[in-house]
């Protein structure tokens, strides 16, 4: 599956995005979706992930209470809607997806298979 991020730009502290990430197959509740960001000069770290088949949804705990992953099956899309953006959230953000891999894995960019090419948000304060 191919995955194409969207949404990025440049907002003010206190501000919302939300990107997008559209699957070129069907997203089925086989697939686990997440979110990860890399800042500059930082490694790639997990934001926001809805495991397969139940459909529960975990967030790092910098964007909880801000951040919502929403998978839409129908449209192929996994959306991360985000809210009182604040600068340390400024990144690179790319969405993955994953068939395979088990609840404790949820957090391993190692685990997944599929990804996005990314796209930047950029919140200044």
């Known amino acids: 599956v191919q995955l194409q991020a969207s949404g990025g730009g440049m907002v003010q502290a206190g501000d919302s995005l939300r990107l997008s990430c559209t699957a070129s197959?069907?997203?089925?509740?086989?697939?686990?979706v997440a979110w990860f960001r890399q800042a500059p000069g930082k490694e790639r770290e997990f934001v926001a992930a809805?495991?397969?088949?139940?459909?529960?949804?975990y967030y790092a705990d910098p964007v909880k209470g801000r951040f919502t992953i929403t998978r839409d099956n129908a449209k192929n899309t996994v959306t991360l809607q985000m809210n009182s953006l604040k600068p340390e959230d400024t990144a690179v953000y790319y969405c993955?997806?994953?068939?395979?891999?088990?609840?404790?894995?949820?957090?391993?960019?190692?685990?997944?298979?599929?990804w996005g090419q990314g796209t930047l948000v950029t919140v200044s304060s």
């Open positions: 197959e069907r997203f089925s509740s086989t697939y686990t």
């Open positions: 993955a997806a994953d068939r395979n891999l088990i609840l404790s894995q949820i957090g391993a960019q190692s685990q997944y298979d599929y």
């Open positions: 809805e495991f397969r088949s139940y459909g529960r949804k």
